[in-house]
Structures are given as structure tokens and as C-alpha cells.
């Protein structure tokens, strides 16, 4: 399925104005050797892909082999309007936050793939403005920090997600958005967020 929608993208977006479609003529995979021409050039191309994504105002997110795909936090993390064409696809955070970003994402069915041009064009300046800023206030809540991962983020959000039953004194901390509440984690898991932060600085100090 994640090739017919794909061909359906390439089908409406070649030739059209604003529209950029990269062709990648090799495996997007490093190999072992993170220092082998393959690998910098994988790196290379990630990072040009990555720039590009920060400078556009959306970017595509078909399904890949799973009903998920990584550009979708890609584009996020970057301030991209996500464009999911993914029927099955479902944040993976608790719902506040998985709320949240669906207010700045675009949702297109697999089936309109081929008519995603015009479902962009519907949505405002002020809307796009709006997703925007959603997108940068929400960068923390959707990232992963190394070494050790911070109140609230992605690392938070997940335990959150797979468990939230097993959680007691669950913290609502305000978001940077207008005030809004997006779930917050347990105290215990601050407690290992806290407890990774100072092995790591033990390591560190080792």
C-alpha cells in the first residue's frame, strides 16, 4: 500500500510549482563502518533532506511499511506541517498531547493521495501561522534528549503512554501554547529521569 501511495504523490506533485521530490538512488541504510563513503553519504543526504524539510511549510509523511513513519517527527521537530497520508496511523503519546499535534498536522486518506495539492491549498496563512507555532511549542514534548531525557519529553510521554496505569501522581505541567495542559509524567518516573541524569554525570566524571 505505501507504493501506491507514493506513485499517487509523484503522480500529482511532478511538474507542479513549489513541489520538491527527492530521488534517492541508493540505500538509505549505514553500514557498519560509520566512517565509509556509503555512510557519510547516507548522513549527507539526511541532513540536506533535513534542511530542506526546515525550510518548507509542509512536508509529506506517507505510510511507510507500517502505518508510521519517521519523517512525520522529522518534519514536526523542525517546524513542518506534517502531511499524513497514513489511515491507520495514531500518535503515540497520550491523548492531550496526540490532540495536540493533530491540530498541527493535515490528514489526507491514502485513497486522495492524488489530491493532496488541493486539501493544501485549503488551509490558511493564519491557519498554517497557527500549526506553526503549535509545532514549536510542542518540540519538547515530542524530542528525545541524550544524555539523560528531561521532564516531559518524549522519553516522559512514552512511559506515559504504555502505562499509564501503573503511574500515580500524575503532574499536568503547562504548555508553552496559550496556557494549554498537556499531561505531565508520574513522579517516579521524574525520579528516573533524574536518576539517568546523574549516572550519566558519573560516567562523565569517570
Not at 530542506?52 to 507500517?66: Q, V
Not at 503532574?171 to 494549554?180: C, H
Request: aromatic share 6%; glycine share 4%; proline share 5%.
Amino acid at each position: 500500500e505505501n507504493s501506491k501511495v507514493r506513485l499517487a504523490l509523484k503522480q500529482a506533485l511532478h511538474g507542479q510549482p513549489g513541489c520538491v521530490i527527492q530521488a534517492v538512488a541508493f540505500v538509505m541504510k549505514q553500514d557498519r563502518n560509520e566512517t565509509s563513503e556509503h555512510s557519510l553519504r547516507v548522513r549527507e543526504t539526511v541532513q540536506n533532506t533535513i534542511q530542506d524539510m526546515a525550510r518548507a511549510t509542509f512536508c509529506l509523511c506517507p505510510r511507510g511499511k507500517t502505518a508510521g513513519t519517521r519523517r512525520i517527527f522529522e518534519a514536526a521537530l523542525v517546524g513542518c506541517i506534517p502531511v499524513i497520508l497514513s489511515d491507520q496511523y495514531h500518535w503515540p503519546f497520550p491523548p492531550a498531547l496526540a490532540r495536540e499535534l493533530s491540530r498541527c498536522a493535515v490528514f489526507v486518506k491514502e485513497a486522495d493521495a492524488g489530491h493532496v495539492l488541493d486539501v493544501v491549498h485549503q488551509i490558511t496563512p493564519h491557519q498554517q501561522a497557527q500549526m506553526h507555532t503549535g509545532l514549536r511549542s510542542l518540540a519538547h514534548n515530542i524530542a528525545f534528549h541524550l544524555p539523560a531525557p528531561l521532564l516531559n519529553d518524549a522519553f516522559f510521554q512514552t512511559l506515559h503512554q504504555l502505562a499509564p496505569s501503573s503511574l500515580s501522581s500524575t503532574l499536568s505541567l503547562p504548555n508553552a501554547r496559550s496556557g494549554s495542559l498537556i499531561e505531565g509524567m508520574d513522579v517516579g518516573c521524574e525520579t528516573l529521569a533524574l536518576k539517568f541524569q546523574r549516572e550519566s554525570e558519573i560516567r562523565h566524571e569517570v
